[in-house]
């Protein structure tokens, strides 16, 4: 197993620094995240000694399960999952220092209280639902510059870009028109310069479309399956609520 997952690390790293080429990108801007639902602790741990110190959890609870096993191996937890309003005192026991999955008001008011509370700060993205479709989170595209705004007061939150999850398509340029459409928030985000709002980062590529995501700007790719294999539930799980 162990060399299963450190020669998918490696597989990836090719794909990603490949793309990188064919963009005229340095690959030292593109950061490989690991999604880890349903991966035991065990398999994650490998992928950290191999030197993939960034993971990232869809659920508090696999979060709050897998904690215990991974506190003395450092790492960086982001959170891409939809978060429940009523877990945010939880994600922040387990070191989390990014919500990738920002989405709404509610949320947000409700991390800034928790976190004046804590007196401590978090890293956000604003998730954006660049495809358009019913089964995923984020706020709609239009809707996303005055989302910005609104969360920009909340000075316990530190914005730091915009993620997005593609169509899933075998049209390749389908799955790139939600890449652009990202990439375009950011730079009308930036041109801004909003007070309290960094733009920098841009997490859009997972396993099958980590290439056209690089092509169009992407700062950091979520991989799961491309590295851990199949997963037994579908991402839809995942993705909704409860
Ligand atoms: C599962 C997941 C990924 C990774 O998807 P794979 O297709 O397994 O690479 C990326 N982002 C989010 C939000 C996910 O839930």
């Known amino acids: 197993m162990t060399s299963d997952i450190v ?59 897998k904690y215990e096993k991974l506190k003395d191996t450092p790492h960086i937890n982001h959170f891409i999952g939809h978060l429940q309003t009523n877990k945010v005192k939880e994600i922040l026991k387990y ?24 007196d401590k700060t978090i890293d956000v993205f604003i998730q954006v639902n660049t495809s358009g479709e019913k089964s995923k989170f984020g706020v709609y595209p239009d809707k996303a510059i005055e989302f910005t705004q609104q969360v920009a007061h909340l000075d316990r939150l530190k914005i730091k870009g915009l993620m997005t999850i593609g169509l899933f398509s075998a049209e390749a340029e389908r799955v790139r028109k939600c890449f652009q459409l990202l990439k375009n928030i950011q730079t009308k985000i930036q041109s801004l310069s909003i007070p ?47």
């Open 7 to 65: 020669s998918n690390l490696k597989i990836i790293e090719n794909r990603i620094n490949q793309a990188c080429i064919q963009s005229n990108r340095n690959p030292d801007e593109v950061k490989l995240l690991l999604a880890t639902k349903t991966v035991s602790a065990k398999k994650i741990q490998q992928a950290i000694a191999a030197g993939y110190l960034l993971i990232a959890e869809n659920k508090v609870q696999e979060l709050k399960n």
């Open 95 to 118: 070191d989390v220092t990014c919500v990738e999955s920002l989405d709404r008001l509610k949320l947000a008011e409700k991390l800034q209280k928790r976190l004046e509370f804590e």
């Open 196 to 242: 309290n709002v960094e733009m920098n980062e841009l997490s859009m590529g997972m396993s099958n479309d980590l290439e056209i995501a690089i092509e169009e700007g992407a700062t950091i790719v979520r991989v799961g399956t491309a590295i851990f294999g199949e997963r037994k539930y579908p991402d839809s799980y995942y993705w909704n609520e409860g």
